[in-house]
């Protein structure tokens, strides 16, 4: 049995302008690459002096990831997130939990904690301070009730919810600022893999609530960014 | 052009056992059905001495039947509720709204009004009082939650819903009684129809909650009548 | 390869007061939770005097679970079952199968077993005494007619089915009581899942039936217990 | 504006040898052809002597057609059957309700009546004699099991029914016979439309129930006859 | 850790009287079933002499079958089939091949084997003869056309496919005798699950094709022999 | 025949101090409401000094509701808004379209006119100046990629697309801002009703995207207005 | 009641340099288009030199558009296709059926017939010659079977059907050319809608065929047209 | 136990005939076969002299080939291809990846390497030049962009992407050459299992964009041999 490779045109090519572009780092999205192709690219990273953000890495593929860096693993600060599935490379800071949350990370149950944890390890990537807050679903509203005087001081909002996925569109009933929900594929039956938790967000009659797909915490982090990029442009020039 | 009118065996098979057997009226579903057919029935249901109550009638075809009556209508009391989209005969009391509410229908938007309507008015036709609440929906939640006292005095509520329907959930994870939650077909886009609605009650973090299909005021109503006859029926023995 | 977990704030965030404003234990759902997730929350419900039950947790979880809490273990009297997938804690009194049934569970097929079993072993939690009656679907209809006596001595029934989920309709054409259906996710090809029971129980033509989520054998329970716990309220009343 | 019709090359290309082929006659869908496009298929049948059944026809449609045929309407003996929806052209026979039934097509409720009737018509067109039971729905059994003795003389039977759609799988746990199942596309919310009902028909619990396109009535008249012509051609062979 | 088996009221609830009332031996669907609970099964059939028919049962659950059943199971004469994935006990005759096949089961690849054996072996069950005819797919259509011959002998086709499903359309159209369609969830895409091919089937332009569930082998030969039964007992008549 | 109107409590309950809590004026949803109750929440809201904004009304309904206002018609400012199909009260200012363009709507195509103009119109009501830009659908690329130094200037974009929804995928890679994707229910086929521009929106590549409900323009100029508020709560701050 | 139009920025952004870089005319979608903004695109489109090409107009939608155009109908020689429901102007040339078929549309059944037009007028715009060829579905083979020998002698072939959507299947199991299948929105029940077409087309075992959203006949066009551009642009290179 | 194989009446029925037919090789797909079927079936295709190619092979099954094929895999030249998950046999040519690229392969990604390694292969089977170029998804536009020159130099694109899928979209409106796309199956949440891709595809509203199944690398590799085909047999004829 002969065994034929085929050989593309070389590494991927990564869009390395996105952080000029965009305001923000390439993530990867590791699901589907094998530990070669994620070690490669976090070597390419490296050498344009760019932090890596590796999402859906089990611990396994992680540490392959790893053998095949050898010495370089330590060099490049290769860490392993478990809850976010995540792998960072050149990331020194700690996850930001400081005093000012600028973004709070909310959770109906405590399944939500991987999808609420990738978003908050993305903005950490990006020096945004965030803080997480779970077990706030609605069927126990007081505990979300309770917790309103921190929520109001955050800039911007994000919401995680499995199940029938009500706790973004309560949360959009109280507080004026920024909203982001993000449906997560717990539940079975109906609810199984997210749909109706992304279904009733979208039909949510709280007004000004805005979407995400399901499980991705990446990318409520990012709209997150975009508008907290938004305010220090702008911000910045109404204080001149 | 000849017309061939296939006839049938005789008039409907009502199942006026129905009664006795389950301790309730029979309804009549009145969508795919001819005035002449409902008032055939009516009229069956007026010999047999029993309540007449046809759903889903608009009030065109309602006059439609009061003509094909003609005297008899005034005999049989026919009686069209616009909101509700239903024609009676027979049924004499009002509306029951009496100080002591057995069940409450809540509904979260002045959209659920017909919806609700049909659930009221089956109820009083089995003779249990209802009230009804509307515009209680989760986006504002202080006007639900101001109304904890009155909802905690009735024996069962019926949450009528469209949209993303989480006005059940956060219902049921206020008070213990039963909660019947019907979706409503409100809504546009994902919401269209109902069916979000539907799943996210079904898929509802709050204990114990049950569903009825999209739309089923009648049939929401018939639970909570199963559930009051239970009491009687036991709380009768347990009394004596 | 660092590994960073993050450090949430504390233990899962108990909902202890349900009991007092639902009548209701809390129930843990085990699924995405690690055993040591579940060690730590039935230590904590040992604590607050509670008891425990976990569901949707495999043999192989449930004995993880014991070797986390060690001698602990017997104390708790931690216990498995089987058939219903739940881990129990504190629960003393035999599952309740007493001379008088309060609920009956039914099952059209022996594949319902293990949705049926949850919602007896919810009902047990709570002190409610309950039988358990499988093989009487709706192909062999003198199965199901034979057993008219015994169902018509209990208050609430709960039915499950998978398939083409058609026996909770039959039955609630033969019986007043209150009817809970139960959509069983065995099957394949368009009943695969248990959408098509789902659907089937939903567009009942049956009146009065409610209905909840696939497989949620627990929540049937909890609708049980709301219509049970009103009787006692109210029946005491009257009592008086 | 110039108005450009496009010429086919000819009328439609009907497939007259189908009652040599399969041993039926060729049924027209008349639902999205103009009375134009029906009249000129009439009038080919009839040249070449065949029956004309056109189906999913409305009143007004009959009337453009009769108009367009002027004189040759009666010729054709053109008549329309406003339950079945039908349009036929030189169908002598009444619709056969002889002593003794081949086929008996049942329906749930009378909403059945149009598919049913159109089974029934599409029998008759084939000279089968053939039997019509209407509100025969699963929540009432009785009505049902004390028709049985008339079911078991019957050859085939037909079920027609809309909602959860369970009338045939409770009949082929009944009896022996072939059971051919209609799904009926009345309902509302998760059964509008007749997928439930589909859906329930598929995933029955009794043995070898077959299933038709739903409001199939036509079809399922086929399904019939293919069946019946084989007991002819073989019960002639036998009995020789 | 305590383990609790929850003791149901015996051993399953078999439908015993089918064969009298239906003309069929009850088949076991082993899918969710162990195999304590097949061999307990199989052991009532044997006592109650009749035939054991278990579906959907892999070779390894198989042997465990036999291993719990030891001496007896060479006495149940228990054979497994591993392409039509069952195991039957007392099933002394050869799968039926004759030189007359009442039946032939066809399918579009040769992916459709498992479902067309599931069908031969359940005929072969009831003494019915049956042949086999695989890689007839529409797409090289000559392959098809060769057999016509052969086909028309047979008193009723049962035609699996997956993929787009289109082979029972095409032999329906070709042959006047029962088709009965059978769609294979094989295939990726649009196609996995067989759902494609079973719209396709139901919405086939063919008259009087008639469908069952995705992969019902078993219920697809249940229909046969109802019609097979059919035309025993009136041929029967008809040749006295 | 009687005809029995429902009195229920009063008027709507309407939600007025939404503004004090979320810095947005009560939009009322249009669609299932009757003039009676959209000229009676009119009245009302002007008595609080509120502006009225009715989503989802025709010319010929707001003519109703005019009729009804009387003369207050034009005390109210009464405005009609056919392309948006809304309904104004109190809205003085034009729409907001000045040099400097806070939000930039675009529309892929002509047919995304009134979905864009119901989120311009919605942010007029609150004081936001709004552009609009159509026909810059992505298979004519060049169209959008001319506009880019405009759409730099912008604070936020919204994005209305129907068919596949790709505008705001592309949008959201060339710029730093928040983009919300609003799908449009125009199309056929598969992109009819929106759902395949939803799915498209949800599933982009591009990072920090977000999406609220088909059609929803309204919302999507609320969750475009708790940024801009934000930023001027925060800006304010950071100003002083 | 004020009536406040939005003014957009100018006429439709017209894609005119289409022909030049994609060698096509740009159709214009008249669904969601008012005769006003349709007569304004034939305007821009005469007087740019180009064809007008305007698809699923009504023959009262042309009419109103001629009546804004006036004299100017004449001249730009508006023509109505009611079959194909298009709008052409500037297109002198008659739809194109030459000795030599360029491309051959075919359609199952007559009610086809809509879908093909529209693709035979579009390549008609175009120049290329095009035959149509109706009632070849595949339940009556033997009609297709009979013109393999002029399917052979086209370049490409457009294959339209709508029910369970067989034909291109079989059609491109027995030619070598490019078969492109277009799915039709006839049918009933599980075909309604032309999703079940779609589906047994996208999941066709023949291999090399492709397939366009239901019902777009332009779209197979123009598909087409990409094919036979490429033959002259290569094939004149290679007749050099 | 008996273990009881059912001997189907000799090896697959391979449609050798299909390379004259269509002029296509046949191709096997591997997924739901045996290794022993697939050495069998590659021994066949040997004897006739014929190109094997079997999609869907892991490295482990094909593996289990050479082993059954012992000595004779070296004869046959057995090779698989990871990356396409393919086994060849008699394929000698090198993946033609010439100085001229008739057919360029597009991929939005890397994790879209798969599905665009089946399409070359399948082309290079055929004697095809094919160039592969991945990393050119919509969110950075400039990759796509700047490769134009080399794109427009190919005969027909095939365009790859999993996600929203709008690289074709935006690809077919910048090139006229035919534009086959492939939905991929790679995503998550909405984009799980490839259906938003595909929809988005159907939907395009870029004119001629054709389309096949999810993953179907093969199938599209196949229509772009039947144009390429097209024009060699008719350019030849132009050419003479």
Request: hydrophobic share 50%.
């Given at each position: 049995l002969k065994v034929n490779w085929l050989r593309s045109e070389g590494d991927a090519r990564l869009d390395l302008d996105r952080r000029q572009r965009l305001g923000m780092v390439e993530a990867i999205w590791g699901e589907h690459k094998s530990p070669e192709q994620i070690a490669a690219i976090l070597r390419n990273l490296h050498q344009a002096s760019e932090i890596g953000l590796v999402t859906r890495v089990s611990g396994g593929k992680a540490e392959a990831v790893a053998a095949l860096l050898?010495?370089?693993?330590?060099?490049?600060?290769?860490t392993h997130h478990p809850q976010a599935r995540c792998l960072t490379a050149g990331l020194t800071a700690p996850l930001a939990q400081g005093p000012e949350e600028q973004v709070v990370v909310l959770g109906g149950g405590s399944s939500d904690l991987g999808v609420a944890s990738?978003?908050?390890?993305?903005?950490?990537?990006?020096?945004?301070?965030?803080g997480l807050l779970l077990d706030v679903g609605v069927a126990g509203l007081q505990r979300l009730l309770s917790q309103l005087e921190r929520l109001r001081r955050a800039e911007v909002l994000?919401?995680?919810?499995?199940m029938e996925g009500a706790l973004p569109t309560v949360l959009a009933g109280l507080v004026p600022q920024p909203v982001i929900a993000v449906p997560v594929s717990v539940g079975y039956g109906v609810s199984a893999g997210g749909q109706?938790?992304?279904?009733?967000?979208?039909?949510?009659?709280a007004p000004g609530?805005?979407?995400?797909?399901?499980?991705?915490?990446?990318?409520?982090?990012?709209?997150?960014?975009?508008?907290?990029?938004?305010?220090?442009?702008?911000?910045?020039?109404?204080?001149?």
């Open positions: 050898g010495d370089a693993a330590q060099q490049l600060e290769l990738e978003a908050c390890l993305a903005l950490s990537c990006h020096g945004i301070s965030c994000i919401a995680c919810a499995g109706a938790a992304l279904n009733g967000m979208l039909a949510s009659c609530l805005t979407v995400v797909n399901i499980d991705n915490g990446y990318g409520a982090a990012m709209a997150a960014l975009r508008i907290l990029n938004l305010r220090i442009r702008r911000g910045d020039a109404a204080a001149d």
